[in-house]
């Protein structure tokens, strides 16, 4: 009896071995190999970037969270969907950073997505961007491009240049007119601003300042 439980947790342990070295063994190794990889949404992707991302990976262990960590390394990608309709055959979705503004900071330029995230500037069009300045300002990159889509959202205004300076943001609308906000109370701000534009057209305007607490200043 006990000759016999030894040889089944024997046996059970080789089916395991086996089972889980399966996918390493040369004949299911080939198997389940990746052989079709297709890439939608992007074609910024080359051929060879495609090899160095699959290369080491097999179908059966193929994973989003490894193919999203291996495309941290590509700037234009926000994020990956894998689908995997058989074996052998791998399908992405790539969802690209759309370019929001150039953020000039310390010196330097970057291209930035509504994230806050720096994409390569090699692949845009810088001209057709909205500017954003950074004088006096250390904020993260991310509650600056928060702060600038939080003024998109809220008032119906064409900005075409954002100055961060002195702890206020002065805006350069369309017409050449100019809005400044203060960075500690802008959500209030915003919010006069809305009740001022309901009855005043900003057209009529060459300069309006909300920052202050009981008065607006403008004009014509």
């Known amino acids: 009896m006990l000759r016999k439980t030894t040889i089944i947790i024997l046996w059970l342990g080789i ?8 996918p390493t063994l ?6 389940i190999a990746i052989k079709t990889v297709n890439v939608k949404g992007t074609d910024k992707f080359k051929e060879e970037d495609i090899r160095e991302i699959f290369k080491s990976q097999n179908w059966f262990f193929l994973t989003e969270d ?5 495309l941290k390394n590509y700037p234009f990608v926000k994020r990956a969907i894998l689908y995997k309709p058989q074996i052998g055959q791998v399908d992405i979705i790539i969802e690209e950073r759309k370019p929001f503004a150039i ?16 994409i390569d500037d090699k692949i845009l069009e810088k001209y057709q961007l909205i500017k954003i300045n950074v004088i006096d ?27 961060f300076s002195n702890g206020e943001i002065a805006i350069i609308n369309e017409n050449n007119s100019t809005l400044v906000f203060s960075l500690d109370n802008l959500e209030e701000e915003v919010k006069k601003a809305k009740v001022f534009f ?10 309006i ?3 202050f607490d ?3 200043i403008a004009k014509k």
């Open 214 to 216: 009981d008065m607006i």
């Open 209 to 211: 300042n909300f920052s």
């Open 26 to 31: 040369p004949l299911v190794k080939d198997i």
């Open 198 to 207: 309901a009855k005043n057209s900003i057209a009529n305007y060459s300069y």
């Open 66 to 70: 490894y193919v999203n960590e291996k």
């Open 137 to 163: 300002s250390y904020l993260p990159f991310k509650e600056i491009i928060s702060k600038v889509d939080f003024i998109y959202k809220n008032l119906n205004i064409n900005p075409k240049e954002f100055t």
């Open 15 to 22: 089916c395991a071995t086996v089972g889980y070295l399966s």
């Open 103 to 118: 953020l000039n900071y310390k010196g330097k330029s970057y291209v930035v997505d509504k994230d806050g995230e720096i």
